[in-house]
């Protein structure tokens, strides 16, 4: 039997504010190699690349002296840019997935549909302005640039909770079992999963 084609994808990004090269391959073991300059948005996209099961290597030089805005939110479109690269035609994808996360006290629920159409739905506030040295509110700039680039549907709710990183540490990891379900090949289809032939 032919092994099926490797779903990877190579971004590289140069603007005035950042300089981005990013590798991703859907069919990994949940290995990463990460260096943003932001140790929070590290923290995140280990787990990330750990529970989607993704292989994930980030380079990144921002403009850190100013914050981590723009580093953060260019991250987040290259990460989505190379979702989309690396599912083709997404023939044989399960297209659909979700994940309902406890992190301690707190409960978020994930929902993702590679459907080709942008679209993010998020009420999940955190709490804190920061964690740590990380603006709380990064996390849904985050979200919204993987979402547009990946042209996505996202919806994202944070039932409960208190502390901010726990709250943020289970919308990446609910994300991330959401689009490893998401991206599954399905043994029972080949074509693309929609009735228009086309995602």
């Not at 923290?43 to 990144?60: G, P």
């Not at 023939?91 to 301690?104: E, N, V």
Request: charged residues 25%; aromatic residues 6%.
């Amino acid at each position: 039997m032919t092994p099926a084609p490797a779903r990877s994808a190579e971004i590289q990004r140069k603007t005035r504010e950042t300089e981005i090269k990013l590798t991703l391959s859907l069919d990994g073991e949940g290995r990463c190699d990460l260096a943003t300059g932001i140790g929070f948005l590290d923290h995140m996209l280990e787990l990330f690349a750990r529970h989607a099961l993704f292989d994930l290597n980030v380079r990144c030089l921002g403009d850190l002296h100013v914050d981590a805005h723009h580093s953060t939110e260019d991250i987040g479109i290259c990460l989505g840019t190379a979702i989309e690269r690396a599912l083709g035609d997404k023939a044989g994808i399960r297209r659909y997935g979700h994940a309902l996360l406890p992190m301690d006290e707190t409960l978020v629920s994930c929902a993702v549909d590679l459907s080709g159409r942008a679209y993010r739905v998020w009420h999940a506030p955190i709490p804190a302005a920061k964690i740590g040295d990380f603006d709380s509110e990064l996390v849904a700039e985050f979200w919204h640039a993987v979402a547009t680039t990946a042209k996505l549907n996202l919806h994202v709710n944070l039932h409960y909770g208190q502390n901010s990183h726990h709250i943020a540490e289970a919308i990446f990891k609910g994300i991330a079992r959401a689009l490893r379900d998401a991206v599954e090949r399905d043994p029972r289809s080949t074509s693309v999963p929609s009735t228009k032939g086309v995602l």
